[in-house]
């Protein structure tokens, strides 16, 4: 358990160092870059007195952790907002994106992937895991824009883009759920198939179960264990995958926040947004696993 | 199904070839033909400066294809050399290493490479840096994890015993046991070097105007959707076909070197 903790601990400190060294790696000199040739001697100081420029790159670095330990991200160049503050007005939007997409991948992908476990080699199998190759070689930015075509521009049921209406969401979750699901459906095949060989399948069978009752009572909960961390390493990647589908739906998530950032030469929110990101990936992908430690019987107990 | 791939990357070959033959202007622009529906002297129709889309897409594949092979080949170098030293020494070294690559996977997709072309600035030449340097990672895990697994089998010992160098025991001893499983990995890599040097130019973050990237001809298509549909349908068909090309035939080569791919997402 210790040593789980100090793992987690030396990440987030790594995470940390290398979002601080995004802003060194700027070819020439960062503050020419961020206001432009034709700044003012005077304004040139004055950001890089605000960014702690001037000083030496070890005291940079422990004032850094020192205003990130108090939950402080600095303030943002373009609107002159802290950027705490953006980052948590736009953070719901991303979050409820996500968990939109997770629970639309669950509901095709996990049906699905029994489907073609149960039909195994025979044509609802070959079907299904064709489309689910096809979907997956769909990146984002062509998936997008042809639903939004499909179901917003020719039928005209869905908004196209923003977020005003309620059924704005629809969209860009399917996006992302498509996606999601083509990977969980690949999972959820393997993992039925793998319990299907077990014994305790073949008993089941033996003392009279219908076929149904077998794979819902005594397949699935088994074949649904190992999809525990599939789904909490998309759920974390939902979160930064959701970078284009919200640059493309005008949805303004954290993504978008991080695109607009980099189009102004806000660097200090970019650097902002990258390491709230990535640090609720590492956050989830922990939860994810203390979750499925606590949920499969195997592993309770022990380690 | 075994042939599919390969069909469609002659193909696409093929197709190159024969533009590169017939001279194609990608970049002539034709202010009289905007936005065109494909016709018989534009094949795929044009784009919002009345270039030829046909032209644009084939100036793609090559772009986007020298790309994946470019950073394919780079991050497969690093990527297996960080692997090799940190599965064959063992103790402190691989410690290090593998903190580093544990740092490098907190970030999600395509999050670092983003960061990291954003602060280098567009460009063909900071894409493949920030690619490369976000690529590797995958490799060094993969070839540690086997080179572990190596370190142990009878006929390395044997070589150690025998006084081989350590050189000499990474390269001739664990590089051709690791050969299959990093052609395989290698193969499914380069589809999603290609969807992510297409990710970062869709954000204006890549290849640069009027150089035709198939990202960025899909922003621009996306943006004129509304009167010229066929722009984005057209660019991100012929991108879907070489993505399944691509990962067909990893799967291809996975079923034809029997290698057992662990779940690397």
């Known amino acids: 358990m210790l040593e789980r903790v100090l793992g987690l601990f030396s990440v987030v400190v790594g995470v940390v160092m290398l979002t601080f060294a995004l802003i060194h790696m700027i070819p020439g000199d960062p503050v020419d870059v961020m206001l432009g040739e034709s700044a003012t001697l005077a304004d040139r100081d004055a950001l890089r007195s605000q960014l702690g420029l001037n000083q030496s790159l070890t005291t940079q670095f422990v004032q850094y952790i020192q205003l990130l330990s108090q939950g402080e991200l600095g303030q943002s160049l373009s609107n002159h907002r802290p950027i705490a503050a953006l980052i948590l007005q736009t953070y719901p939007a991303t979050l409820q994106l996500a968990c939109v997409a997770l629970g639309i991948g669950l509901m095709i992908g996990v049906p699905l992937g029994v489907l073609a476990a149960l039909y195994a080699r025979q044509w609802p199998d070959v079907v299904i895991m064709l489309l689910s190759v096809r979907i997956a070689a769909m990146p984002a930015f062509w998936l997008g824009p042809v639903l939004m075509l499909v179901f917003a521009v020719w039928l005209g049921w869905l908004p196209v883009s923003g977020m005003t209406q309620?059924?704005?969401?629809?969209?860009?979750?399917?996006?992302?759920?498509?996606?999601l699901?083509?990977?969980l459906t690949r999972m959820t095949r393997t993992s039925v198939l793998e319990v299907f060989s077990e014994d305790y399948m073949r008993t089941a069978r033996a003392k009279g179960l219908s076929q149904w009752q077998c794979v819902l009572t005594h397949a699935l909960p088994a074949a649904l264990l190992p999809l525990i961390t599939v789904v909490g390493l998309q759920m974390g990647s939902l979160l930064a995958g959701a970078v284009i589908t919200e640059t493309i739906f005008s949805w303004n998530g954290i993504g978008k926040l991080l695109v607009e950032s980099i189009e102004k030469r806000d660097y200090p929110l970019t650097q902002a947004c990258v390491l709230v990101i990535a640090i609720s990936y590492v956050m989830v992908n922990q939860m994810t696993d203390v979750l499925y430690r606590v949920i499969d019987p195997r592993t309770r107990g022990g380690a | 199904m075994k042939y599919l791939p390969v069909?469609?990357?002659?193909?696409?070959?093929?197709?190159?070839?024969?533009?590169?033959?017939?001279?194609?202007?990608?970049?002539?622009?034709?202010?009289?033909?905007?936005l065109q529906l494909p016709t018989t002297s534009h094949w795929l129709g044009t784009d919002e400066l009345g270039r030829d889309l046909l032209s644009r897409v084939l100036h793609g594949v090559e772009l986007s294809f020298g790309v994946a092979l470019v950073v394919t080949v780079i991050t497969l170098t690093i990527g297996v050399a960080i692997g090799l030293l940190a599965g064959f020494y063992g103790g402190q070294l691989d410690f290090i290493l593998m903190q580093m690559?544990?740092?490098?996977?907190?970030?999600?997709?395509?999050?670092?490479a983003i960061a990291f072309a954003a602060v280098l600035g567009a460009g063909l030449n900071n894409l493949l840096l920030a690619l490369c340097l976000t690529?590797?990672?995958?490799?060094?895990?993969?070839?540690?994890?086997?080179?572990?697994?190596?370190?142990?089998?009878?006929?390395?010992?044997?070589?150690?015993a025998l006084g081989a160098s350590p050189y000499r025991v990474m390269v001739k001893h664990f590089l051709p046991m690791l050969l299959s499983v990093l052609v395989v990995e290698a193969t499914y890599s380069m589809a999603s070097v290609m969807i992510a040097e297409a990710s970062l130019s869709f954000l204006g973050l890549g290849i640069q105007a009027p150089q035709a990237s198939w990202g960025a001809m899909l922003r621009d298509g996306a943006r004129f959707m509304l009167v010229a549909p066929?722009?984005?349908?057209?660019?991100?068909?012929?991108?879907?076909?070489?993505?399944?090309?691509?990962?067909?035939?990893?799967?291809?080569l996975r079923d034809a070197l029997d290698v057992r791919r662990e779940n690397t997402e």
């Open chain 1, 181 to 183: 699901s083509a990977i």
């Open chain 2, 101 to 112: 690559t544990s740092v490098f996977m907190a970030f999600p997709g395509l999050l670092l």
């Open chain 2, 135 to 160: 690529g590797w990672v995958s490799y060094a895990r993969l070839t540690r994890a086997q080179a572990l697994s190596l370190r142990h089998r009878p006929h390395v010992l044997a070589a150690i």
């Open chain 1, 166 to 179: 309620s059924a704005s969401i629809v969209l860009p979750a399917l996006t992302l759920g498509l996606g």
């Open chain 2, 230 to 252: 066929h722009y984005v349908l057209v660019v991100g068909a012929c991108m879907m076909s070489l993505m399944l090309a691509v990962n067909l035939g990893g799967d291809v």
């Open chain 2, 7 to 34: 069909g469609i990357l002659l193909c696409w070959l093929l197709a190159v070839l024969i533009g590169r033959g017939l001279g194609l202007t990608p970049n002539q622009i034709d202010l009289n033909a905007l």
